[in-house]
């Protein structure tokens, strides 16, 4: 009985630690919006389509994150245009875009210099850095929103890779697949994290028994 109230209070003080580490990011969008808007810029020549913008995203999406935390990729926006320079002509990205990539680029390198974060738990996020990205050009109030599954997802995962938080090995091969998935089957429709939240809370529920 002991131990399981001590997991669960590990638990709760790791959802608060996941929680916090999203509170910023909100202050950050507004900020970075205000200082574009403020900004003069050069007149910009042809921009990508909408269609041409997300297949790049999707071609991103399935790229694998770095196979250890001591690679540095590039930064977000230079992949995403890498991977729309393989469509052929060079085209710019609207500021809109070029700023929610440098608000969840931020988030995300926040995240992997997080120390209370293990390493397995990070290498998971870092998938979800692109599924994240278009959930927020979506919907700029993402972050804000408590209700939001996909914030929940991220959640559970720094909960339960949270350093001192011991996982089996059957758990951690599910947490792979589910985010696996996510990478395989997420376009716009945020419904696939619903599903994955959903056994997430089954593995946490386990560990806290």
């Known amino acids: 009985m002991q131990a399981s109230s001590l997991s669960s209070n590990n638990f709760s003080e790791n959802q608060q630690i996941a ?31 909408i269609e041409e ?39 710019e990205i609207d500021d809109n875009k070029k700023t929610a990539i440098d608000v969840v680029d931020r988030f995300f390198i926040s995240m992997r210099n997080n120390p209370r974060i293990s390493s397995e738990a990070k ?21 804000e929103d408590q209700q939001s599954s996909v914030r929940a997802v991220m959640n559970r995962i720094a909960q339960l890779g949270a350093k001192g938080s011991k996982l089996n090995p059957a758990s951690r091969d599910r947490v792979s697949q589910l985010v696996q998935k996510i990478i395989d089957e997420f376009e716009s429709d945020t419904a696939i994290f619903d599903t ?7 593995i946490i529920d386990r560990q806290n028994n």
């Open 196 to 202: 994955v939240l959903t056994e997430l809370d089954q």
């Open 53 to 91: 913008f997300d297949k790049g995203l999707s071609v991103l999406q399935t790229i694998s994150a770095p196979s250890t935390l001591d690679e540095f990729p590039k930064s977000l926006i230079e992949r995403v245009r890498d991977n729309l320079l393989q469509s052929g002509e060079e085209k």
């Open 19 to 49: 929680h916090s580490a999203l509170s910023n990011i909100t202050n950050l969008l507004h900020s970075l919006r205000a200082e574009s808007t403020k900004e003069e810029s050069a007149p910009l020549g042809s921009s990508y389509s």
């Open 123 to 143: 290498q998971y996020l870092l998938k979800l850095e692109v599924p994240v990205l278009k959930v927020l050009l979506k919907d700029e109030r993402f972050f």
